[in-house]
């Protein structure tokens, strides 16, 4: 392929920054953006549990995704009477993605609500979503056990997502809009610190692809993911009582 419309090669991750207590008020916030896309991320702790929950001692982590009417190139309407088909899709995947991490038992009969706001969009607010909402709950989780609350953080490891797909012929990481617009085929990852896989999303655009374009993309998505995981556990670490078994 030729270069790439922001000039990375096809390993390459957009430059990636992460803004920790973005906001003043909710127990985690962060602001992160994967290249021109930034998504405000904030976890705020309910001390109750949905209904088919109560009376079990297990606690919940669920999420709520949104774009601002002008996070894109063209205003849209605010989404009113309730999420879109695609923003529910969005959330119903963050909250699973950051329910794999976190240990409901030791959370206690208390949820953990995840707000993701896309201010700017320019691919990937589903992946950046899921990889700052991690920390945002990381921080939120950690106020609990500083305040003797929780005996120790129920996070257990961390999560991530990226994305990747063919354009041109060719696997790449990280796709922008104008790559994710034009792609042959469009895929979403989301892997533990552990490198177990929580989802994988894939679909063909264009032309079907075989299972030696689907090793490839995983294989890409695995590296970007784990440079992801490196800088998650880099902004984590400074603080003790939001640590956990890795």
Known sequence: MSARSDGRTPGDLRPVRVTRDYLRHPEGSVL??????????TASIEEKVPP?????????????????????????????????????????????????????????????WVDCDVIQADGGTRTAAITGSFIAVADAIGTLVKAGTLPGSPVRDCVAAISVGIVQGTPVLDLNYVEDSAAEVDMNVVMTGAGAFVEVQGTAEQTPFGRDRLTAMLALAETGIGRLIALQRRILEARAEVSFGL
């Open 32 to 41: 992160v953006e994967f290249g021109d896309t930034k998504v405000l991320c």
């Open 52 to 112: 088919f929950l109560k009376g079990q001692g297990k606690g919940w982590v669920t999420a709520e995704y949104g774009m601002l009417p002008r996070s894109t190139n063209t205003r849209m309407n605010r989404e009113r009477n309730g999420p879109s088909g695609r923003s529910q899709e969005i959330q119903r995947l963050v909250g699973r993605s950051l329910r794999a991490v976190v240990e409901m038992a030791k959370l206690g009969e208390r949820t953990v």
